[in-house]
Nanobody
C-alpha cells in the first residue's frame, strides 16, 4: 500500500509561481511513474504532467513552457513547479503514483489563481 500526501497549494495572483510537493510512504521499493492531474470547476480530471522512472517527462500542451515536473527518488517525492500561473489553472491538483502496476492518488490540493 502506498500513501500520497500533497502540499503547496493555495491562493496566488496571476503571473506568480507556486510549487506543489507530493511525498509517498508505505511498502514499496520505488515509484514507477509519477504524475500530476488536476480538476477545475465543472471540468473533468485531466493530466498535467508525468515522469517515468527513466526520467521521461510529458507535459500537457496547456501548461507547456510554464509547468515542470521533477522527482526525488531518495525521498520518494515529486514536485510540480508552476510558473506564470493563469486563472484557468485554478483547480484541485492531485498527485498520482504508479507502483508495481497499481495506481495511487493523493487527496488533492487546491490551487486558486486570481486575476
Amino acid at each position: 500500500q502506498v500513501q500520497l500526501v500533497e502540499s503547496g497549494g493555495g491562493l496566488v495572483q496571476a503571473g506568480e509561481s507556486q510549487r506543489l510537493f507530493c511525498a509517498a510512504s508505505g511498502s514499496f521499493s520505488r515509484i514507477d511513474q509519477w504524475a500530476w492531474y488536476r480538476q477545475g470547476p465543472g471540468k473533468k480530471r485531466e493530466s498535467v504532467a508525468l515522469m517515468t522512472s527513466g526520467g521521461i517527462t510529458r507535459v500537457a500542451d496547456s501548461v507547456k513552457g510554464r509547468f515542470s515536473i521533477s522527482r526525488d527518488d531518495a525521498n520518494n517525492a515529486q514536485y510540480l513547479q508552476m510558473n506564470s500561473l493563469k486563472p484557468e489553472d485554478t483547480a484541485i491538483y492531485y498527485c498520482y503514483a504508479s507502483v508495481y502496476g497499481s495506481i495511487y492518488w493523493g487527496q488533492g490540493t487546491q490551487v486558486t489563481v486570481s486575476s
